[in-house]
Structures are given as C-alpha cells and as structure tokens.
C-alpha cells in the first residue's frame, strides 16, 4: 500500500495481492481513524460479498474468484468495541459486464486499488440495535 495525505484526505493505492477490508483496518488504526468515509475502484481477483436478511436477522454470504472491475466501493469508518470498524458495499463487474453487488467482507487486489479516504474529527462509535440485529451508528 501506497499513500499521500492532503490535509484530512487520504490518496491510497492497494498493490496486487493486498486485502482491501483488512489492510484499511490496519490503515486507519495505525493513523489513528476513527471516523471517516473512502470510496475507490479498482480490481480484484477475489471478493467475498455478504447480504443481510432482516428478518432472520443473518447474513448470507458469497465467494467469487475471477476477474472483476470494481465500478464504485464506499464505506464509512467508526468504532466498535474500542476497535476500527469499517462498513463497505461494493459493485463489481464481470468479464461479461454483469454486476456483481452486496456488503463487502473482503476481496484481493488482482491489479491495484486506488481509495480516497477521508478522515473527519469526531469519533463515531456503533451500538447493538435488537430490532434489526446490527450495529448501528450511536447517534
């Protein structure tokens, strides 16, 4: 990973190989990020996509391990249990130019990723909501 901050705005670029959820993870706790929003595009090899069932309170999960384009990723940054949590959705294009969406766990860079993060000065933490079984901005 490669990186240059202008004022509160991070420019990152993920190298072939990198984990996109993991290595933001280890990112903003290293920069001390504790709330924020990044978007980026890119491509993977792989991605693991999870979408969530209310009613049943669960997520259900898929692996993909081919070629695709990411067309747009956003997510923001708080905190949960005094750790750095990221909150991420993604689409993704295949070779065939179909679309492949959801909440991402994680993916492999199969090229490069290039992210604009932006760091905001307050610290966001999340909270159980019983309802829908999530942890919700504490807001």
Do not use: W
């Amino acid at each position: 990973m490669k990186f240059k901050k202008i004022k509160s705005t991070y420019l990152i670029r993920l190298e072939r190989g990198e984990k996109i959820i993991e290595t933001l993870n280890q990112f903003c706790a290293k920069q001390k990020i504790k709330c924020g929003y990044f978007f980026g595009i890119g491509a993977l090899g792989e991605a693991e996509l999870a979408h969530y069932i209310v009613e049943n309170k669960k997520y259900t999960s898929r692996k993909y391990k081919q070629p695709l384009e990411i067309t747009n990723m956003a997510g923001n940054i708080t905190i949960i249990n005094r750790e750095v949590y990221l909150h991420c959705h993604i689409t993704l294009s295949d070779e065939k130019m179909g679309v492949i969406a959801g909440h991402l766990k994680e993916g492999t860079i199969s090229a490069t990723c290039e992210i604009v993060l932006v760091k905001l000065s307050a610290a966001i933490n999340r909270k159980y909501d019983d309802f829908t079984g999530l942890n919700l901005l504490d807001i």
